[in-house]
């Protein structure tokens, strides 16, 4: 398993991060999805089919993207 921490400026609450948890654990492999809107960090815990690259993807194509 992976773990991988994003820094998503966008984040402003945890309405955000409530947000981003529901759309980036619908992808396949993502098993685990917890957020800080104080630090403005997101993590993920994922087995392949998962990636960073397709984690950064939705992550961008939610209007979050990362750093």
């Keep these: 398993m992976s773990k991988a921490i ?5 984040i402003s ?4 991060v409530m947000s981003i948890k529901n759309e980036l654990s619908d992808m396949d ?4 999805v917890e957020g800080n809107p104080d630090e403005k ?3 993920v815990e994922f087995d392949a ?3 960073e690259s397709g984690i ?3 992550l961008e194509e939610i ?5």
């Design 29 to 32: 492999g993502v098993v685990a």
């Design 6 to 10: 994003f820094s998503v400026p966008n």
């Design 41 to 43: 960090t997101i993590s």
């Design 56 to 58: 950064r993807a939705k």
């Design 49 to 51: 089919p998962a990636a």
């Design 13 to 16: 609450c945890g309405h955000c």
């Design 63 to 67: 209007n979050y993207p990362a750093k």
